[in-house]
């Protein structure tokens, strides 16, 4: 005789939205020891570099050669940055081609069949916790480094123009990490995407500065490169005299600097989404 069982149902309420996949892809990112050490090291540096800066160089002189106290304040509490942007890309790149690496990915598009929810909520945690972390550094810079600076004579209180700046470095530095996700959902490793986000920070601008040199329009190029208009983000542009224009190759006003870097993350994005939908994995 057999015994007849009930149909098993399957739990109501499982039913995958993006709010589900923005928390996994949350519980995912911090809980991998690599995330706490990337994001640590970036207020570490971001702090012992603008510690360094302010107690060891004659920052008095900076304003004497035109700077304003505000911009060397300024230069100060974001000098971190420039190693910072380096740990955003390493973070951004790792934390889809990681997956790729270790077999997980399978698991992540087993649960979410589209793939397109998981690299969206992937650019959205990393975009929020390193700008957050960004911000921390920036403004924690600032406020350390206040006091020397003010027994220089070059402190500035953190006014607008402040403290929009430092805003702007932190948002740049999350951009660059979704930047560096784009590029590794398309290529789909860590190693090979990590080279190619530092290649566009690093080498790309020496390479056009070089090139630059015998070809003209190349100097217009500059002021939109990826760590060019980063720069300009989290920068107090310099007033020009009456009816002057600004030169060639000039930075960008923050505003059209921070689209540009916007761009280049979305760009990127968009490379990789098409890839993540057309290829297997």
Do not use: C
Request: hydrophobic content about 55%; charged content about 10%; cysteine-free.
């Amino acid at each position: 005789m057999t015994t007849l069982t009930a149909p098993r149902t399957l739990p109501t309420g499982g039913r995958v939205t993006f709010p589900r996949v923005l928390r996994s892809e949350w519980i995912k990112l911090t809980s991998l020891r690599s995330t706490a050490w990337s994001l640590a090291l970036i207020v570490v540096l971001g702090l012992g570099i603008s510690l360094l800066m302010a107690s060891t160089f004659g920052l008095a002189e900076a304003e004497m050669d035109g700077a304003s106290t505000q911009q060397v304040a300024l230069t100060v509490a974001t000098i971190g940055f420039s190693f910072g942007q380096l740990i955003a890309a390493v973070l951004g790149a790792l934390s889809l081609g990681g997956e790729y690496s270790t077999g997980m990915v399978r698991s992540t598009f087993a649960a979410v069949p589209r793939r397109l929810p998981v690299l969206w909520a992937k650019a959205v945690v990393l975009f929020l916790a390193v700008t957050v972390v960004g911000a921390l550094t920036g403004f924690g810079s600032w406020a350390a480094t206040y006091g020397i600076l003010d027994g220089q004579g070059v402190s500035s209180p953190l006014d607008g123009p402040l403290a929009l700046a430092l805003l702007g470095g932190a948002a740049y530095l999350g951009l660059v990490a979704v930047f560096a996700l784009g590029i590794a959902a398309a290529v789909r490793n860590s190693a090979g995407s990590i080279s190619i986000a530092l290649g566009i920070l690093l080498v790309l601008p020496t390479i056009v500065a070089l090139l630059s040199m015998s070809i003209d329009w190349m100097v217009d190029v500059t002021p939109y490169l990826l760590s060019s208009a980063g720069s300009a983000m989290s920068s107090i542009p310099a007033e020009l005299p009456a009816g002057a224009e600004a030169p060639r190759g000039a930075d960008l006003a923050p505003g059209i600097a921070a689209a540009v870097v916007a761009g280049w993350a979305a760009l990127s994005l968009a490379i990789g989404a098409v890839v993540l939908r057309r290829r297997d994995v």
